[in-house]
């Protein structure tokens, strides 16, 4: 099969999302002609907002290949939400268990099916001060290296106007514009049959990972920073600080002046 039929649940979906997302945001979509027509692939896309997933799916859904996202596995688990998910074919990521591994099976299947698979590579929303793509985890090369196929990098912005990270309530008006450029696949070729070492497994999520920033650099407008936000060295350097003045804040740390 070369392309997946959209199907029922896919359909229901949008009738109930799109309506909405269509009087909601403005669209500036680009690059819809990178998507490709026939065969598997991946797009690979930065997350900064918890609505850019419904947002990106309409612009996907609009190119005629519907994508199969990587979520959580506890979304699939009872009611509306459950049934939806499984009907769509989203594929469950199961962190920290002996079923972590299950996702990228299903995955690289669904590629070699002719699919789409949608990652996020982040992995999360990002943790940038500034909204930039920071470092990716590398299950998107894992799966693009074993099946060489096309890695469509995207860029998004926009959808932090409507609900910035981990704010709780959206703010809709004015209107606000989901931008979209979609770029043409990442080059991988240099690490194709080779061994899947963690460091050339990296390397290769660094360089998808660069292509979508520049995506979101041309969205913006703005030159992206020299180095990507790390969320691993942050944890370490708050710790390091911590650390730092506990030990300047405790009894005897600092000269006291001499009674006269």
Partial sequence: MSRRRIGFWYRFAAVLCKPPLVVLFKRDWRGMENIPADG??????????????????????????????LA???????????????????????????NALSAFRAAIDAVERGECVAFYPEG???????????????????VALQTKCPVIPV??????????????????????????????????????????????????????????????????GETPPTKRYDPREARIEQRRKSQTDSASSAPGSTTEESSK
Avoid: C
């Fill in 40 to 69: 598997g692939f991946i797009t690979a896309v930065n997350h900064n907002s918890h609505l850019d997933p419904f947002l990106y799916a309409h612009f996907q859904y609009n190119s005629g290949r519907v994508p199969r996202f």
């Fill in 72 to 98: 959580k596995h506890g979304l699939f688990k009872k009611g509306f939400v459950g049934a939806a998910m499984r009907g769509t074919g989203q594929i469950p990521v199961y962190r920290e268990s002996t």
């Fill in 124 to 142: 999360t929303l990002t943790r940038d001060p500034h909204l930039w793509p920071m470092t990716g985890k590398t299950g998107v090369a894992r």
């Fill in 155 to 220: 860029g998004q912005w926009g959808a932090t106007d409507a609900l910035a990270p981990y704010a709780k309530k959206p703010d809709f008006f004015p209107r606000k514009t989901h931008h979209v450029l979609a770029g043409t696949p990442v080059d991988l070729s240099a690490y194709y049959d080779k061994e899947m070492t963690p460091e050339l497994l990296k390397e290769a999520t660094e360089v998808i990972m660069g292509e979508i920033t520049a995506l979101v650099g041309e969205l913006r």
